[in-house]
């Protein structure tokens, strides 16, 4: 493959927890994300997926700024993203947010937020900024006469699809979709993420897909890391994960997976107990508390993401050699 455009290099972010007492010292730190890497690759759509609290959303967030990590490398092209200045960062990268009401300034009407961007960057006259912003409305599929009116008029489908349009007014190389259509109805949903794609071939998107549905990743991703407690656990493509996947915390997400067909057997991996605290990971794998696999080895020894075939890496000790 290419070059990456985007590298993730053992990214962590810890969060301070102060003490109660009079100095307000650290006294622990959450490790909400705690030594991912990952590539991605110009014009292809990268999923991260994982229980709520994972760390995936906190992952995204970093790539564009909005938090500084703790440590490790986010390079894009090859140059670390911190020596860019935030204004050329934001016209390389951009997110589309959960929320799509929160997300907009209910001040300002949909014109004018499609706008904002432009005008921030000095892009344009007010007329070509006008013009450039019912562009963007028709290739949402938002009509011009709603120029001038506030998110509060519009429903949430026509909320995110205004957040679309914002995200792309600058003609970003990469945007980071943080669960973009897991507040909408399924219909609503289906609608937003064919849009995506759409405008994905029409304007050479890359994208990074963070979700918690795996139904929703599978139809649009290519390539896909799964998340747990901080960690990437099992990252392959669309293919290999949903048909040989081979962490057991991969397996048990399938599994609860609902099929509607009574007579098809769903696969088997029941999870147990609770995810552990991030201000207290376990020792050795993160998983093994929950895993029913777990062997000394698995409390003892963190295993590393390793490739177990052409594309395919696990973080596991047993690589589903024990697993059924």
């Given at each position: 493959?290419?070059?990456?455009?985007?590298?993730?290099?053992?990214?962590?972010?810890?969060?301070?927890?102060?003490?109660?007492?009079?100095?307000?010292?650290?006294?622990?730190?959450?490790?909400?994300?705690?030594?991912?890497?990952?590539?991605?690759?110009?014009?292809?759509?990268?999923?991260?997926?994982?229980?709520?609290?994972?760390g995936?959303?906190?992952?995204?967030?970093?790539?564009?700024?909005?938090?500084?990590?703790?440590?490790?490398?986010?390079?894009?092209?090859?140059?670390?993203?911190?020596?860019?200045?935030?204004?050329?960062?934001?016209?390389?990268?951009?997110?589309?947010?959960?929320?799509?009401?929160?997300?907009?300034?209910?001040r300002?009407?949909?014109?004018?937020?499609?706008?904002?961007?432009?005008?921030?960057?000095?892009?344009?006259?007010r007329?070509?900024?006008?013009?450039?912003?019912?562009?963007?409305m028709?290739?949402?599929?938002?009509?011009?006469?709603?120029?001038?009116?506030?998110?509060?008029?519009?429903?949430?489908?026509?909320?995110?699809?205004?957040?679309?349009?914002r995200?792309?007014?600058?003609?970003?190389?990469?945007?980071?979709?943080?669960?973009?259509?897991?507040?909408?109805?399924?219909?609503?949903?289906?609608?937003?993420?064919?849009?995506?794609?759409?405008?994905?071939?029409?304007?050479?998107?890359?994208?990074?897909?963070?979700?918690?549905?795996?139904?929703?990743?599978?139809?649009?991703?290519?390539?896909?890391?799964?998340?747990?407690?901080?960690?990437?656990?099992?990252?392959?493509?669309?293919?290999?994960?949903?048909?040989?996947?081979?962490?057991?915390?991969?397996?048990?997400?399938?599994?609860?997976?609902?099929?509607?067909?009574?007579?098809?057997?769903?696969?088997?991996?029941e999870?147990?107990?609770?995810?552990?605290?991030?201000?207290?990971?376990?020792?050795?794998?993160?998983?093994?508390?929950?895993?029913?696999?777990?062997?000394?080895?698995?409390?003892?020894?963190?295993?590393?993401?390793?490739?177990?075939?052409?594309?395919?890496?696990?973080?596991?000790?047993?690589?589903?050699?024990?697993?059924?």
């Amino acid at each position: 493959m290419s070059e990456p455009l985007l590298s993730v290099k053992d990214l962590k972010i810890h969060y301070a927890v102060k003490s109660k007492n009079r100095l307000g010292n650290a006294v622990a730190y959450s490790k909400a994300v705690d030594g991912v890497s990952f590539d991605v690759y110009k014009g292809e759509t990268f999923g991260v997926v994982g229980e709520s609290g994972c760390g995936k959303s906190t992952t995204g967030k970093a790539i564009v700024r909005l938090l500084e990590p703790t440590s490790g490398d986010i390079l894009f092209d090859g140059v670390p993203s911190h020596t860019y200045s935030r204004k050329e960062l934001a016209r390389r990268v951009q997110i589309i947010f959960q929320d799509p009401y929160s997300s907009l300034d209910p001040r300002m009407t949909v014109g004018r937020c499609i706008e904002e961007p432009l005008l921030v960057h000095g892009i344009g006259t007010r007329a070509e900024r006008r013009s450039r912003a019912l562009q963007l409305m028709a290739d949402v599929g938002l009509r011009e006469d709603q120029y001038t009116r506030f998110p509060h008029e519009f429903s949430g489908g026509q909320r995110q699809r205004i957040g679309v349009a914002r995200a792309i007014a600058l003609q970003p190389e990469l945007v980071v979709c943080d669960e973009p259509v897991s507040a909408l109805d399924v219909s609503i949903q289906a609608q937003i993420l064919n849009l995506m794609q759409d405008l994905q071939k029409k304007y050479s998107l890359t994208y990074i897909f963070i979700s918690h549905n795996l139904s929703v990743v599978k139809h649009l991703c290519d390539r896909i890391a799964v998340m747990y407690l901080g960690h990437i656990v099992e990252l392959a493509d669309k293919k290999g994960l949903f048909e040989m996947p081979s962490h057991p915390y991969t397996k048990a997400l399938l599994a609860a997976i609902p099929i509607a067909d009574p007579d098809v057997e769903s696969m088997t991996g029941e999870l147990s107990g609770d995810v552990p605290s991030p201000l207290n990971p376990p020792a050795g794998c993160c998983f093994h508390t929950r895993c029913p696999y777990a062997t000394e080895r698995c409390v003892a020894e963190a295993p590393q993401l390793r490739e177990i075939s052409p594309g395919h890496s696990v973080a596991c000790h047993l690589c589903g050699a024990a697993q059924p």
